[in-house]
């Protein structure tokens, strides 16, 4: 019975086995799926798109968190849509009309989120806090599963709570990049809600 949602990324999975990984984070406890597009572009890795991710909503009920680490989210987004993303989040440090994409996203009867690379301050998502469903806390540079989280990363996940809790707002905060057994305790007591947890997932070098 834990007190957190727990998103386990599929980028760590066996890629030539999804439809398997799907079924790994079930049994495992798993909340969500976290999936992480990257193009190549916006991160120096490419992952999968909307074909695939439509191939897997077939073959789970659990609720997607789609990840955007892509240039000019608001080209593709409702790409993303249909294929069956429940969570959308797409980084501030991509789109500079942020409020138009959340309001496209919320149109489209969908959870928007927005997430921060580990250079950018909170200050730079002031004035989306009161519209946003979701603040995805990168504790890595984002690319590639397996890496460090970075300690002084956390410290945003407490500045989102403290806003959070004096101005009432609504969103939860999830921490992606290096979770696993040891570095659990320190995003759980900065105040996370979702764990997104990638390669010590599928290792089993996760407490679940
Ligand atoms: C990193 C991705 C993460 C990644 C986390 O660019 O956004 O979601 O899958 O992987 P781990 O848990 O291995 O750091
Ligand atoms: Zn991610």
């Known amino acids: 019975n834990k007190e957190y949602i727990l998103a386990p990324s599929v980028l760590s999975a ?29 991160v120096p890795n490419l992952t999968f798109g909307p074909p695939v991710i439509a191939a897997l909503r077939k073959r789970t009920s659990l609720p997607f968190d789609v990840h955007l680490m892509t240039s000019n989210p608001a080209e593709h987004f409702d790409s993303y849509i249909e294929a069956g993303a429940d969570y959308l989040t797409f980084h501030i440090e991509a789109e500079i009309h942020a409020h138009r994409l959340i309001s496209r996203i919320h149109e489209a009867g969908r959870k928007a989120g927005i997430s921060l690379v580990p250079s950018t301050p909170v200050s730079s998502l002031k004035e989306l806090l009161p519209l946003v ?61 979702v764990i997104v947890t990638g390669s010590a997932f599928f290792s089993g070098n996760f407490p679940v």
């Open 14 to 42: 066996d890629f030539s086995a999804l439809g398997d990984a799907l079924q790994f984070i079930e049994q495992k406890g798993g909340d969500w799926v976290h999936i992480d597009v990257m193009d190549g572009h916006f």
């Open 133 to 193: 469903d979701l603040i995805l806390v990168m504790t890595v540079d984002p690319g590639f599963g397996g890496q460090s989280l970075i300690p002084s990363c956390l410290e945003k996940v407490r500045e989102l709570k403290k806003l959070k809790q004096e101005n009432d707002f609504s969103y939860i905060v999830s921490v992606d990049g290096g979770v696993n057994s040891r570095t659990l305790d320190s995003a759980l007591s900065a105040g996370s809600d």
